[in-house]
């Protein structure tokens, strides 16, 4: 569509009742010119003629007649000037409203906007004439408009792995140490203690948060919503209870706090206790809390299982990626930064979802969404160029959603959670996350249909030994998308199933 495109959508000679010749409600005689601001936003000025409005005001006080009470007129004897001119605010108001609503469902399904947002109009702000057209003009975010790239054929590497009894093995250390007592440790801490420590953040003598008794379990790298300190193993190396160590540490360029980002600000960390790790022994007891297993062969045939929806997730991560790579590499249109703000929360709750639904535990989801955090916004537009591409695929080759895709969906979240699958689409309903399952299932089956039409090659794949420590805790003191991931039970990790790793 260029821009100022006029659109008029009938003749004036169409308006002389309040029907048409098929029965149903007159289309309005709109003039409408739609001035093409950037790729994904539209302005949109629409023009009521007055005949429009006139049959509008005959229409809403032939509905008011019956029912006007009038000072020494019968109920519906009053004459119809009276009646015009008593209720003359209240129908303005009503026919300013009805003429706006249907003028904006009009405009809506003739122009074909295909919006992605609400549009940018203040209702109250529009004025019924008492002469002449009505005018009123709006802003609205728009689907972007490209040649779709050549999706058939695509090359791409994926993971793959054998499962093995050493990985099991390794996986089932994460679940003890799950179970694990930390217990007092005289000595400074070493990689897998735990401390205690209160937190200090400033920018010079600005202090721009603080966390208290921050429990931290001691790995080489210490990521937080919106920084990642590498070497902290090595930084708390030589502490004891009552040390205090200062370090530099770098904020993220989205951190929320727009004046620090990308900037070098001080931690200062106050060690307070110092815990070792002291694994449990394996019994019947701890089985039975580990989720109801009666031997050690169902808790390792359980965690093999686990292994195996992590490795698919990864699969299926690694491909997305490359098939986005591919899909986007043409797209060089830029989107809204407001749509990009909107849309960073979204993507970070789609991503949890797709976690959990893989069988990831809370640790590994909260160290994955910090690494997201801080790059959220190139990585929400990297994410809207694929979903648009994506979404125009699904309509050419008729992908849709059914009932049964919500039903396998909200089954599979509810098998990883421990919750009944009612449950588990209640708080989907009431957080409002049903569109980001919906664009999650048909995202699944347009890649499921784009990778049945690629060629693989297999790569080796190992699992990531997790070598960073992620907390809830923003340096700058703000979050940017925060979402809160819970902390579950042992059992209900295991029956997720999800290890810390």
Known sequence: MSASDVSPTATPDSIATAEGPDGLPKSL???????????????????????????????????????????????GRAPRRLVSSRFK????????????????????EQQKLSPISEPDLDANAVLLPDDGPMTFEFSIEVRPEFDLPTWKG??????????????????LAGHLRERARFVPHDGSPTTGDLI???????????????ADEAEIIVRDK?????????????????????????????LSDEAAVEDVRGKDVTMELKVLDVKRLELPEMTSTLLEELGGFDSADALRAAIRKQLEGQLEWHRRRQVRQQMASALTASASWDLP???????????????????????FDDDSIRRYVNELRQSVMASTARALKEHFILERIAENEGIADTPGDYDEEIRAVAAQSGESPRRVRASLERRGLMDVLRNQIIERKTVDLITSHASFKDTPFEFARPDSEAIDHAVCGVVVGEEEIPVATQAEALARPGTRG
Not at 196 to 210: E, H, N, P, T
């Open 222 to 250: 210490l990521s937080f919503a919106d920084a990642e300190l590498p070497g902290f193993a090595a930084l708390v190396a030589t502490s004891k209870p009552g040390t205090t160590v200062t370090v530099t540490i770098r």
């Open 196 to 210: 205690v420590a209160s937190l200090i953040f400033k920018d010079g003598d600005r202090v721009l948060s603080q």
């Open 89 to 108: 605010t209240e129908l303005s108001d009503q026919i300013r409203s009805k003429l706006l609503t249907d003028a904006m469902t009009q405009v809506s």
């Open 337 to 359: 930064p407001s749509l990009l703000r909107r849309q960073a929360q979204r993507e970070l709750e789609r991503a949890i979802l797709e976690l959990r639904r893989s069988g």
């Open 154 to 171: 695509l090359a791409i590497s994926r993971p793959a792995r054998e499962i093995t009894e050493a990985d099991v093995d390794e996986a």
């Open 29 to 75: 005689s709109l003039e409408v010119a739609v001035d093409t601001v950037s790729t994904c936003q539209r302005r949109v000025k629409v023009t009521i003629p007055r005949q429009d409005i006139d049959r509008y005001r005959d229409e809403a006080i032939g509905e008011l007649m019956p029912s006007a009470l009038l000072p020494g007129f019968r109920p």
